[in-house]
């Protein structure tokens, strides 16, 4: 009994390789082929489509390096601008070096007796005032650029018109390319400044700080004595050596048009002034808040052309400034 079970086991099992083998392995076979050309289909498409993203993304990303290369020479040029800027002040200084260089050669060749070359340096001391802003018009007109003796005697405000702040006038000094000098804080000719060497220096590092302070650093190495040198009388010399030090030179004048004092009339100014111009190089004494100064400035100026002198603003290396 038990050998029949396993005989018709046997049997079955026989028939089930049978029917994989025959009948239905075809249709496996067409099926598995079916799935695998799906498969395929589905994969091609896939990639097809990848590769379409692929290229696409490709695109983009060469657009942007496109972009990034744009942007970049953009900065480059920003970064290049910026150090063009930040290099300006020294430009500028080293422009005004070669500048004050070419004046001094010329100082020199007049002072050998090489050279029949004129200069006249325009000061004008005690400013700044109200008034300073019509010199600068006349001096702008003639471009001429002068040298301003500042002093703080009349205070923020302007002494000539209340309403106006004065102290605006330090940067402009130099943006017109004038050179600011050192008159002391003070000028109390009768008041203290001669007390000493220590009252005089204290109001000329005074005005220095004041003169750092407005232009955002400028440093004063010119001074003029208020009044002129002779009024500091034997004190002229230790202030002299104290000047020194302080890397100050100083300067009187040799030409003037009397403003200083008492003038009666613009004739009288005029005649003074022709008067005094009779050297090849001349330091010229004006204030910036005389009247007639200012009416006699632009024939004063045309006349100085017309004598062959041209006009500069004076400078530390300059043989006119004691040292
Ligand atoms: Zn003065």
Excluded at 139 to 166: H, M, P, R
Excluded at 267 to 291: K, M, P, R
Aim: with cysteine; proline share 2%.
């Amino acid at each position: 009994m038990e050998k029949r079970v396993s005989k018709s086991k046997k049997q079955l099992n026989h028939k089930t390789i049978n029917f994989f083998n025959s009948s239905h392995s075809f249709y496996y076979l067409l099926f598995f082929m079916i799935l695998f050309i799906g498969i395929s289909i589905l994969l091609y498409f896939h990639a097809s489509s990848l590769k379409k993203q692929y290229s696409t993304r490709e695109m983009e990303i060469s657009e942007l390096k496109k972009q990034l290369k744009k942007e970049k020479k953009e900065y480059q040029v920003l970064v290049d601008d910026y150090h063009k800027y930040q290099n300006l002040d020294s430009s500028i200084e080293d422009i005004k070096k070669d500048y004050f260089k070419k004046i001094k050669e010329m100082e020199d060749a007049i002072i050998r007796g090489e050279s029949d070359k004129k200069i006249a340096y325009l000061t004008f001391d005690d400013g700044p005032y109200y008034n300073t802003y019509r010199i600068f018009d006349i001096l702008d007109q003639y471009d001429v650029k002068a040298t301003f003796f500042t002093t703080n005697i009349n205070g923020e405000y302007c002494y000539d018109n209340k309403s106006e702040n004065c102290w605006i006038r330090y940067p402009e000094y130099l943006k017109k390319g004038h050179t600011i000098a050192n008159h002391t804080y003070t000028h109390a000719i009768f008041r203290g400044l001669y007390n000493s060497t220590d009252s005089f220096m204290d109001a000329v590092m005074k005005q220095e700080d004041l003169v750092k302070e407005l232009t955002g650093g400028y440093v004063t190495n010119i001074l003029r004595f208020p009044g002129g040198s002779p009024t500091a009388k034997n004190l002229k010399d230790p202030i002299i050596e104290r000047l020194r030090e302080r890397g100050y030179g100083w300067v009187d004048w040799n030409a003037k048009d009397g403003d200083g004092g008492r003038l009666d009339s613009r004739e009288q100014a005029w005649d003074i002034f022709t008067s005094s111009i009779d050297e090849n190089i001349e330091v010229i004494l004006f204030h910036d808040y005389n009247g007639i100064t200012t009416e006699i400035l632009p024939d004063a100026i045309d006349y100085l052309k017309n004598n062959g002198y041209q006009m500069f603003p004076l400078f530390y290396e300059s043989n006119m400034i004691h040292k």
